[in-house]
């Protein structure tokens, strides 16, 4: 009954090399959500899509870029992966941006830059 | 902004105990939304339990329950009956007013790692 999927669970990527995390969702809500998390820290968002609207966090490096491409589905781009990239990746959805509703996470992809 | 801060970095408990996990948050809204979201070892983060801002009565979810304080900005979580499985890593979060695009955020603390002895 997976609600929000994330593949792959593991990524390695090298240094300087685009890479590309992909999220689904079968819950059909209109808001999708990427958030990173370095070790030992908290989750911190990184952008978010209301429906096709994309809104991007005042201090979210250019390197990371998003694409919704329909309700299902949204994709985390990073240009050019730093060492300091390393970070377990974490989507989220919800129905509504509306506090009120809940978030629900995918169980993310940890990314490894060598 | 909004900072969330939870001063326990690491908690243990005994099963079948009574263990207390906190939380503080500065802000300057009235309207908000505090949660407290459960991430166990390599799987995928959950919500325990949420606040509205504007209730006086303190959320309940089973063994779940908080002590919400707002004139002191606290909003502790207490897990009644441990069991193993409570064993995770804990994160307070703050979410600001529903009416604007800046309320879609979550906003962590640095977490509690919750270790529950058999």
């Known amino acids: 009954d997976a609600m929000v999927i994330q593949n792959p669970r593991y990524q390695v990527t090298q240094f300087g090399k685009p890479v590309t995390l992909s999220c689904s969702q079968t819950?059909?809500?209109?808001?999708m959500y990427w958030y990173q998390q370095k070790s030992s820290q908290a989750p911190k968002l990184l952008f978010h899509y209301y429906d096709k609207d994309f809104n991007n966090e005042a201090d979210t490096p250019d390197n990371f870029q998003s694409r919704r491409p329909n309700t299902s589905f949204c994709f985390l781009d990073i240009r050019s992966p730093g060492l300091g990239d390393a970070a377990m990746y974490l989507c989220?959805?919800?129905?509504?941006?509306?506090?009120?509703?809940?978030?629900?996470f995918g169980p993310g992809t940890r990314l490894t830059v060598t | 902004a909004q900072t969330v801060t939870q001063s326990q970095p690491e908690m243990s408990v005994q099963e079948a105990e009574t263990v207390t996990l906190s939380c503080t948050y500065d802000?300057?809204?009235?309207?908000?939304?505090l949660f407290w979201y459960k991430q166990p070892p390599s799987r995928q983060m959950i919500l325990v339990i949420r606040q509205e801002a504007y209730k006086q009565q303190n959320a309940t979810e089973n063994r779940f329950s908080v002590n919400f304080q707002k004139a002191a900005k606290s909003f502790s979580l207490k897990i009644s009956d441990s069991q193993l499985g409570d064993a995770a890593m804990y994160f307070c979060?703050?979410?600001?007013?529903?009416?604007?695009?800046?309320?879609?955020?979550?906003?962590f603390g640095e977490g509690t790692q919750l270790t529950v002895n058999p």
């Open positions: 979060a703050y979410r600001r007013s529903p009416h604007e695009t800046s309320g879609s955020r979550l906003t």
């Open positions: 989220a959805t919800s129905r509504d941006r509306n506090a009120a509703y809940e978030q629900y």
């Open positions: 802000t300057s809204e009235s309207d908000y939304y």
């Open positions: 819950l059909n809500h209109n808001v």
